[in-house]
């Protein structure tokens, strides 16, 4: 069981391009909008400097409706 922790945007970017995802637009200020095309689900994600802290992480995960684990060891596959 992986624990969940502070991630850099490329981390989370291609965490995100495992589970289908891909770039839409940009939207407001310094946030993107990645799409899934098989159900039009979309999710804002943060493009700082900074990591991506753990709460936001956590919304991203539930936005896209897996596990935890299964977000953390996605880019392992």
């Known amino acids: ?4 922790r502070e991630l850099r945007y490329d ?3 291609a965490r995100l391009r495992s589970f289908g995802f891909r770039f839409y637009r ?4 310094s946030h993107e909008l990645w799409v899934r095309d098989a159900d039009g689900k979309a999710v804002p994600v943060p493009r700082h400097d ?4 753990k709460g ?3 919304a991203i995960i539930r936005e896209i409706g897996v596990s935890a684990d299964e ?3 996605a880019e392992k596959q």
């Open 26 to 29: 940009h939207g407001k200020g």
């Open 1 to 4: 069981m992986g624990k969940l």
């Open 56 to 58: 936001t992480l956590r």
């Open 11 to 13: 981390e989370v970017t």
């Open 71 to 73: 977000f953390m060891d």
């Open 50 to 53: 900074k990591a991506v802290r």
